[in-house]
């Protein structure tokens, strides 16, 4: 660290500065009314049910059918998986057996005023059954289901007429897919269709020009970026086994609100600036420093529940999420606490300034990185067990939970969310950045005073 010049620091802080202008404000363009984000600002947080309310349906198997428990389960499984597609972790998805019923719970729409739920649950709620038919008529021969494909995802092409941007639907084929497919086009090229069915709706007809082997194809419909999203993630998500019907729509009101929402910024502000204001009069110029790496690493944990690139969906923030960000800053002044009380010691000993930089860093890091390495560790246990069943740690831990059953709840899985990213944040802003905006203020004349790093 003794390489690192003068500039640093103000290049570090306007590299902070910057990081959180755009978390806060965000890039957009519009066009007409169609609103596209580049870079997400805090107006897409999309906040948990006890914060802003949602919306609570319950669905049923049409005309009467019995299905059966693990139907049941099966209803239940994907309802969930569309939910997790939508990013929304704040929800609830309960089975009654004995009344057919199948309850859920989930959050409003971020920056979404008009939200319309009788639509979300109508789609979370579709049977959406993939096929591909001979033909053009839905009485052709059926070729594939979706049980066939085993990825769908969105795509951007160039139309070779208009030269404009379309969004399609790519589909990779399972090995029975695969070579079902191959058959079907083989038979097709140059003579005939294969037309692709959403339940009873044809979605695209296009012509086999050639065979397809590769187990790679397209859906082409006029796709919006969110119509094919929806698409794709439907076809991922898999069919419900029986169709379901919505029997009520229910308004939840949010247990916290939005007045209590905004008092809660307020209050966080406050401490904050208190907390701020404590550490530069105890560790005086360290603190300072300290200071700015704490608003680097909030600012870092915002961008990560907003998504802040367009194309990342914005993570459900809950009451228990905040306070994982509150937890999270406490470890953030826990290990500069540390740090400063190795720099002074080192000062104290008789170091050079640089030496007890540089020392108090490197004797402070085993202490810090063992006193936040267990929070990670209780962080990934907290998703893994109450996060979705498919995510990393819930297929990592799975083997651990499948005892006890398969349990979401999305309160907690924001907590773990928000702690497990502030932790990490807290190295890169707390120990690397703050690190070298402190080398780098050293080597400043007026800085050099050992008096503002607790020396005498």
């Not at 947080?45 to 006890?50: E, L, V």
């Not at 309960?94 to 971020?110: G, L």
């Not at 924001?414 to 702690?419: A, F, M, N």
Request: with cysteine; proline share 2%.
């Amino acid at each position: 660290m003794r390489k690192v010049s003068k500039p640093v620091f103000f290049i570090v802080v306007l590299c902070i500065a910057a990081f959180a202008y755009l978390t806060f404000a965000g890039i957009h363009t519009y066009y007409g009314d169609i609103k596209t984000d580049y870079i997400k600002g805090v107006d897409s947080i999309r906040w948990g049910i006890d914060i802003q309310g949602g919306v609570n349906a319950t669905f049923q198997p049409a005309d009467g059918y019995k299905a059966k428990k693990d139907e049941m389960d099966a209803a239940k499984a994907v309802i969930e998986q569309r939910l997790v597609s939508m990013n929304v972790t704040d929800s609830e998805v309960y089975v009654d057996y004995n009344n057919y019923k199948v309850i859920v719970s989930f959050p409003w729409q971020a920056d979404e005023v008009d939200f319309d739920p009788e639509s979300a649950v109508s789609e979370l709620g579709e049977t959406a059954q993939l096929t591909f038919r001979k033909g053009t008529e839905e009485t052709g021969e059926e070729v594939l289901t979706g049980n066939d494909v085993k990825k769908a995802e969105v795509r951007q092409r160039q139309d070779e007429t208009t030269g404009n941007v379309e969004y399609v639907v790519g589909l990779t084929l399972k090995k029975s897919g695969k070579e079902a497919f191959s058959a079907a086009t083989t038979e097709l090229a140059g003579s005939g269709n294969i037309s692709i069915w959403m339940d009873e709706d044809c979605i695209s007809a296009p012509r086999v020009n050639s065979a397809i082997t590769d187990g790679e194809c397209v859906i082409e419909g006029n796709f919006t970026y969110e119509s094919a999203k929806s698409l794709a993630d439907k076809i991922n998500a898999g069919s419900i086994p029986f169709k379901l019907v919505t029997t009520s729509t229910n308004i939840i009101s949010p247990t916290l609100g939005e007045g209590a929402k905004s008092a809660m910024l307020l209050a966080g502000v406050i401490a904050f600036a208190i907390i701020a204001l404590y550490m530069m009069i105890i560790y005086k110029l360290p603190g300072f420093v300290a200071s700015i790496s704490l608003f680097g690493q909030v600012v870092g944990t915002i961008a990560c529940i907003t998504g802040f690139f367009g194309n990342i969906n914005s993570f459900t923030l809950t009451i228990p999420g905040i306070a994982g960000i509150i937890l999270a800053v406490g470890m953030g002044v826990d290990a500069n606490v540390v740090t400063y009380e190795r720099i002074r010691e080192e000062l104290r000993n008789g170091k050079s300034l640089n030496g007890a930089i540089e020392l108090g860093y490197k004797r402070a890091w085993a202490a810090v990185f063992d006193g936040n390495i267990t929070v990670v560790f209780v962080a990934v246990i907290l998703m893994g067990a109450f996060g979705p069943t498919d995510s990393l740690f819930g297929t990592v831990l799975s083997p651990l939970f499948a005892a006890f059953g398969a349990t979401t709840a999305g309160t907690i899985y924001s907590l773990g969310y928000t702690l497990l990213v502030g932790i990490i944040l807290n190295f890169v802003f707390g120990i690397f950045c703050s690190r070298l905006m402190l080398s780098s203020l050293s080597k400043f004349k007026c800085f050099k005073n050992r008096k503002l790093y607790g020396g005498v």
